[in-house]
């Protein structure tokens, strides 16, 4: 893939920063707060004002932020983490953006995204960070390599926007009724005062196109086609962003996705009769063909289109073997349960899992563990 929006996409940076310090109104010693009823029974409430105010008062006074997005990140998560970052770093505050993978690879769909230069490997992240601010994980396991070190800073702010988050962290911005995190942060970025420039506004759009399958998906609302309106007003080129999210392979893809939609199949029984169309890479296919991983993640999106099948799965093998599973349901059926029970999570449509299971295995147990959404 091409890395062409870079400049097509963004087109020259924006000069406008904001002004003033840093310095945010209330206080917070970063001990964690009471959770509330609906935390407790495991959903996770929507933030309130005194949640905005206490991240808001962290970030005021920060030395350092360090902010983490889930491994293999996709465009809501990296996109999410990278406007922070920009943003962050125009009201002098300094910033480290990193996920948890060794080797840490940016997928080539993303390529283009701004703000790259904050990237930093997990082992450049203090042992005991200042601030860490997590974006779209959905689950302490999700951080990786920088597990233990996210869970030793000072202070952890957790945005996302999954139905299946426990509420880890020490504050916490969840909202699940949101499209995606991107509208989390935007939301962030107006109440520190930072304005809409291109970099920033091109890594949200990125964030929201992603998450809803490029405004197609349910939880898409009039509320998140007005925030995509906000953010082409300032000028990016969304067209060049899409055609690379959605629209652009390498060669080696067409003969690994050729394999795997030879190998996939189709179990009718499956949930009741509901369906279940499922197929795996292997990582030699990979390999075979000079293809990574971060590359077949649109995979699931064409296995998905089955009309036999309202649920899909697609496993896809890590070089240690690692099964790393996305799941799909047209709404019959909760695949973020089932993805729980293979220490995973997400939506209720949308999901995933890390395994170190065989595949059969793991298939057995995500079909044992599918129930129909309540």
């Not at 870079?6 to 840093?22: C, F, I, K, L």
């Not at 999700?142 to 020490?170: C, Q, W, Y």
């Not at 304005?195 to 197609?216: E, H, M, N, R, W």
Request: charged share 20%.
């Amino acid at each position: 893939m091409t890395g062409e929006p870079s400049a097509a996409a963004t087109g020259a940076p924006s000069t406008v920063r904001a002004e003033g310090a840093r310095a945010m109104p209330g206080d917070s010693s970063g001990v964690p707060r009471p959770r509330t009823a609906a935390e407790s029974a495991g959903r996770p409430a929507a933030p309130g004002e005194r949640d905005w105010t206490e991240v808001l008062a962290l970030v005021g006074e920060a030395r350092e932020i360090d902010l983490i997005c889930h491994v293999c990140p996709d465009g809501d998560a990296l996109g999410s983490a990278l406007a922070a970052g920009l943003a962050l770093r125009s009201l002098g505050a300094t910033v480290r953006v990193s996920f948890g993978d060794d080797p840490q690879v940016v997928p080539a769909s993303l390529a283009f995204l701004p703000g790259q230069e904050l990237l930093v490997p997990a082992a450049e992240v203090p042992d005991r960070p200042d601030l860490v601010i997590t974006f779209d994980v959905a689950a302490e396991g999700r951080l990786g390599l920088l597990r233990e070190k996210a869970l030793a800073a000072r202070a952890m702010v957790v945005i996302d926007h999954h139905a299946s988050n426990p509420g880890f962290g020490t504050h916490r911005l969840i909202d699940p009724a949101a499209p995606a995190t991107a509208v989390l942060v935007d939301e962030l970025l107006r109440r520190l005062g930072v304005p809409l420039d291109q970099p920033i506004a091109t890594c949200l759009y990125t964030g929201v196109a992603s998450d809803t399958g490029s405004f197609k998906y349910r939880a898409t609302t009039p509320a998140t086609h007005e925030f995509a309106g906000r953010l082409l007003a300032t000028g990016i080129r969304h067209d060049l962003i899409s055609r690379t999210l959605w629209d652009t392979s390498s060669f080696g893809y067409l003969k690994v996705l050729s394999a795997a939609l030879e190998r996939a199949e189709l179990d009718r029984a499956a949930v009741g009769g509901l369906g279940l169309v499922w197929t795996w890479v292997p990582y030699a296919d990979l390999a075979a063909h000079g293809v990574a991983v971060e590359e077949i993640e649109g995979l699931i999106d064409i296995v998905r289109r089955t009309a036999e099948a309202d649920v899909a799965l697609v496993l896809k093998q890590d070089p240690d073997g690692t099964l790393r599973g996305s799941s799909r349901s047209k709404g019959a059926v909760d695949v973020a349960a089932a993805c729980g029970a293979l220490g995973g999570g997400g939506h209720v449509y949308a999901a995933g899992f890390s395994t170190d299971l065989g595949v059969q295995q793991t298939l057995e147990c995500f079909r044992a563990a599918l129930r129909p959404a309540r």
